[in-house]
């Protein structure tokens, strides 16, 4: 044990009395001169203990590709989510062939340039090979006092090479000289450089901050400083503060909102991958022909997507849901799905209809399980979008389906550890709605909130009526959101109870008991199949004819569409 305590000690640069007096000593969470808490202890024995040892992924002769960062890179001491919040390192890795290099995040919550430079880059320059590759994207942390006690992290802002501070650095109780942010920078490339790797500069992440000027989010100085010294040194740049900004600029308030967490600076699971996929983007667009050699060892992504043919010109009506939308759809005595039926209410020489649904799923897993990207990514403008959950979304939550959601409607969200060890954050029913509703706004496509199907349950001997959670919930984003709205569960049910509904059940209660079995009996016969919720085909075209006729009632856009 004493041995490992020296080697840490020894590889921080620091005494073992200054590094106890430095980082066990630090109270956590710690607030910055931003006024944001980093959810980050920092130990650097917590950190050599959660963080691969440098190198250490190296198979073979193989390169690494070596990770330098903030939480904005690796988000908490173990970097797993189980704060909600991730770092795009963690995402990247994805868009690189695992057998031909290793990626390497060896970013640490709450460093700064001069930090990371001064306690944890010695390991990893020690570790670099020939033909390794190290990206620096890192600064967010670079303001607040030079030699303060609890983290002394500050640089020089610029790129000035002549620039420094001296004085006692309280942490380190040792002299200490601070430079420039640029000045740090070349320190990292020269050194990289002097093993024969390979640098990448990148510029910072984006805030959740907007500029007052032109309604944007706010490009950070140090993208101009970062840009300057990769010039100057002859080295990549990727100005993913730039690439990233101008995607969070398409997208609405709300939802830029919801791909950060717990502050402005800290992203989400939703932040991270879109963050991880512009560098992707950033690399694979350059035209600096030093990361040519880099290609070799990227993978391209299979976008997910619906594939659907525009030749024809006609937009398309794409439904979402579970099994009571799409289910097996051939026997004709098996289950169907309303959307199979669309047919039976449209006309196909004038729309195409694409059913999207898949048996089983939630809000929460359609969208988890990328079946929701897969209708995005191939959205245009007039489009059409129904969507309709409920059937799957009020069951547990942390089991091996991992579908259920908070059961309201208002913005909401916790952290759960699922049965299998991973985090997620889960949001309510309302809050998954939404975020479907929004994204077909971005996309300028029409979405269609549907209210669940009902069940063929009788309780009084007239059919089940969900108003009181789902009807509740769906109003409330109806309310919030101006969405349009069907309401099949009520148009479908006020057809069942005209046909099988008893007026008045007998006063005994175990006739009156048979009388609503009976019923049920009667309607299962028809409508239902199997169980109380999946319909048979004629139940799956009444609750088609149910859609139709509430497409009329609202005078929709997409009620044109429907057969004469």
């Not at 797993?80 to 690189?96: I, L, M, R, T």
């Not at 040792?174 to 640029?182: E, F």
């Not at 309310?479 to 709205?485: A, H, I, L, R």
Request: proline share 4%; aromatic share 10%; with cysteine.
């Amino acid at each position: 044990m004493m041995n490992r305590l020296l080697t840490i000690v020894m590889m921080s640069g620091l005494s073992l009395g200054a590094w106890a007096q430095a980082f066990d000593n630090l109270p956590d969470p710690i607030e910055d001169v931003n006024k944001v808490v980093d959810n980050t202890p920092d130990s650097i024995a917590k950190a050599l203990m959660s963080r691969p040892k440098p190198g250490s992924t190296r198979k073979g002769s193989q390169p690494v590709m070596f990770l330098v960062g903030n939480s904005t890179m690796r988000n908490g001491t173990l970097g797993n989510g189980n704060n909600g919040q991730w770092g795009w390192g963690y995402y990247f890795p994805k868009y690189f062939d695992a057998d031909k290099i290793a990626v390497e995040n060896q970013a640490l919550g709450g460093m700064s340039t001069r930090t990371f430079y001064t306690d944890l880059w010695p390991a990893i320059r020690q570790a670099l090979k020939p033909g390794d590759w190290v990206v620096v994207s890192i600064g967010h942390n670079d303001n607040g006092e030079f030699f303060d006690q609890k983290r002394a992290r500050a640089v020089i802002p610029g790129v000035d090479p002549d620039t420094c501070y001296i004085g006692f650095n309280q942490r380190t109780q040792k002299q200490d000289t601070v430079y420039s942010y640029g000045t740090y920078l070349r320190k990292y490339i020269r050194e990289i450089r002097a093993k024969g790797a390979n640098p990448i500069l990148m510029s910072l992440t984006p805030r959740n901050a907007y500029d007052e000027k032109t309604g944007k989010i706010v490009r950070k100085p140090q993208t101009e400083w970062a840009a300057y010294i990769a010039a100057v040194e002859g080295v990549p740049f990727i100005d993913l503060n730039e690439i990233s900004g101008r995607k969070l600029d398409s997208f609405s308030r709300w939802k830029v909102d919801y791909h950060f967490l717990g502050d402005k600076i800290h992203t989400s699971k939703f932040g991270a991958e879109l963050n991880a996929y512009s560098a992707y983007m950033g690399i694979v667009n350059s035209r600096d022909p030093k990361l040519k050699a880099l290609m070799k060892f990227m993978k391209i992504p299979q976008k997910t997507i619906w594939n659907v043919d525009r030749l024809s010109g006609k937009p398309v009506v794409f439904f979402t849901g579970d099994s009571t939308v799409k289910n097996a759809d051939k026997d004709d005595d098996g289950m169907w799905g309303w959307a199979s039926q669309a047919s039976t209410v449209f006309d196909e020489n004038k729309i195409q209809l694409v059913n999207a649904a898949r048996a089983g799923r939630s809000t929460r897993s359609f969208i988890r399980e990328g079946l929701w990207d897969a209708v995005y990514n191939a959205l245009q403008p007039g489009d059409f979008v129904t969507i309709q959950f409920g059937h799957n979304d009020i069951c547990p939550i942390t089991d091996a389906k991992a579908r259920g959601v908070i059961a309201e409607s208002k913005d909401t969200l916790h952290v759960y550890r699922l049965d299998n060890g991973t985090y997620e954050v889960v949001y309510s029913f309302g809050w998954y709605l939404k975020k479907m509703i929004d994204d077909c706004r971005e996309k300028g496509a029409t979405p269609i909130l549907v209210s669940l199907t009902p069940r063929n349950e009788w309780p009084g001997g007239k059919i089940e009526r969900r108003d009181g959670s789902y009807g509740k919930w769906y109003r409330e984003v109806v309310e919030e959101t101006g969405v349009e709205f069907v309401d099949l569960h009520n148009i479908s049910a006020d057809f069942l109870d005209k046909k099988f509904a008893k007026k008045r059940l007998s006063a005994d209660k175990e006739k009156a008991k048979t009388e609503v079995a009976q019923i049920k009996e009667k309607a299962g016969a028809v409508y239902f199949k199997k169980d109380h919720t999946h319909t048979s085909k004629l139940g799956a075209q009444m609750n088609a004819q149910s859609f139709a006729k509430g497409l009329k009632a609202n005078k929709s856009e997409l009620a044109k569409y429907l057969k004469k």
